[in-house]
T-cell receptor
Framework: KQEVTQIPAALSVPEGENLVLNCSFTDSAIYNLQWFRQDPGKGLTSLLL?????REQTSGRLNASLDKSSGRSTLYIAASQPGDSATYLC??????????FGAGTRLTVKP | DTEVTQTPKHLVMGMTNKKSLKCEQHMGHRAMYWYKQKAKKPPELMFV???????INESVPSRFSPECPNSSLLNLHLHALQPEDSALYLC???????????????FGEGSRLTVL
């Protein structure tokens, strides 16, 4: 059974800090990995998608890396802002359109 | 258009009611998903339709019945639910890559269900 783990469960940082969120998965036979943001009571917004053949993807202040062999991905957020406060979820894509989520990291950026 | 539209946004139902949640996408995606999310928990996969056929059923109780009438629509029929079924129900779609390999997921805003 595929398991996806996110560390830390919660993180609080002052505005302006750079930070790293971690995602690990037990089954390395993945096709892709996707990072999402979720605001309270809302749906999920896609941030970055990394295909299994890629090492990283960048969008603005966000950079996601993937090490498939070690079963790890990181989401790096540069110069954090209070508007970045949300829950960040990673989801791992397997064959047969199977997509499994980690429990998320709840980020608070303090002004 | 990268939208997945879910209706209704909120639904309150009794344990003897029959209701349906609806999901629509016009991105030409051929995989559609239902996830259930309880408060402060990650989304849990319920069902996946690939090319309008049910490809994943995560041992969901039969009081939840999915339906995919065409490639743009996905329904979740609800009957005889329990209060513990109260949750946010999220629909998503993706375009499979190279057959059945998972593509990028796009989510709707969800339907918040309360069972009394």
């Amino acid at each position: 059974k595929q398991e996806v783990t996110q560390i830390p469960a919660a993180l609080s940082v002052p505005e302006g800090e750079n930070l790293v969120l971690n995602c690990s998965f037990t089954d390395s036979a993945i096709y892709n990995l996707q990072w999402f943001r979720q605001d309270p009571g809302k749906g999920l917004t896609s941030l970055l998608l990394i295909q299994s053949s890629q090492r990283e993807q960048t969008s603005g202040r966000l950079n996601a890396s993937l090490d498939k062999s070690s079963g790890r991905s990181t989401l790096y957020i540069a110069a954090s802002q209070p508007g970045d406060s949300a829950t960040y979820l990673c989801a791992v894509g397997y064959n047969n359109n199977d997509m499994r989520f980690g429990a998320g990291t709840r980020l608070t950026v303090k002004p | 258009d990268t939208e997945v539209t879910q209706t209704p946004k909120h639904l309150v139902m009794g344990m003897t009611n029959k209701k349906s949640l609806k999901c629509e996408q016009h991105m030409g995606h051929r995989a559609m998903y239902w996830y259930k999310q309880k408060a402060k928990k990650p989304p849990e996969l319920m069902f996946v339709y690939s090319y309008e056929k049910l490809s994943i059923n995560e041992s969901v109780p039969s009081r939840f019945s999915p339906e995919c009438p065409n490639s743009s629509l996905l329904n979740l029929h609800l009957h005889a639910l329990q209060p513990e079924d109260s949750a946010l129900y999220l629909c998503a779609s993706s375009q499979p890559r190279e057959g059945l390999n998972t593509g990028e997921l796009f989510f709707g805003e969800g339907s918040r269900l309360t069972v009394l």
